[in-house]
């Protein structure tokens, strides 16, 4: 598979596949910016995130992560590797060194903006975490997380207006 826009399809699928629609990760987005950019269009969030997704660094850790959380919910891993993440254990960290490729994108306010979502989890991630569907997400709540947070940024880079304090100050703490 050599063309990049199938690599692009791909990964979209990926995503489908296990629950995840584009539509999910524009809620995020839209979450993450809307205290900063007016008006925050539709075609904006859509575009930055479909910017993220032609990355082939982004798309090689959602085609690594996805295949991971598979074949750990199909019991196909080796121990002791199962069973981590059945369990999702919280010092495994494997998934977030996975995501740094995806929040490196965009400098240090992707870092941010990933460690904000992870810790308050919104909309898809609440249930991408709920491990009461006996699903495996392991990677894939990571990986959801960084492509909203590096979409973001990306919106906050491109947005002449925007003025750096902004972006690191809470939505509350606004004037
Ligand atoms: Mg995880």
Redesign the pocket.
């Known amino acids: 598979m050599k063309n990049p826009e199938n690599f692009y399809q791909l990964t979209v699928n990926l995503l489908n596949e296990r629950g995840v629609k584009l539509s999910d990760i524009e809620e995020l987005v839209y979450g993450l910016q809307k205290a900063y950019i007016h008006p925050l269009t539709h075609e904006a969030m859509q575009e930055s995130i479909h910017k993220i997704l032609q990355k082939r660094e982004v798309q090689n850790a959602v085609i690594t992560g996805v295949e991971l959380d598979k074949l750990a919910e199909q019991h196909k891993l080796s121990e002791p590797l199962q069973s981590i993440m059945e369990k999702?254990e919280p010092l495994?960290g494997c998934?977030?060194v996975l995501t740094f490729s995806i929040t490196n994108l965009y400098g240090s306010i992707g870092f941010t903006n990933y460690g904000y979502i992870d810790k308050v989890k919104p909309g898809i991630l609440k249930w991408l975490?709920d491990k009461s569907t006996g699903r495996v997400?392991?990677?894939?709540?990571?990986l959801v997380g960084a492509i909203a947070a590096a979409a973001a940024s990306r919106l906050a880079h491109t947005n002449p207006d925007l003025e750096d304090d902004s972006i690191y100050s809470s939505p509350k703490n606004e004037d």
């Open positions: 999702d495994y998934d977030e975490n997400n392991v990677f894939l709540d990571d």
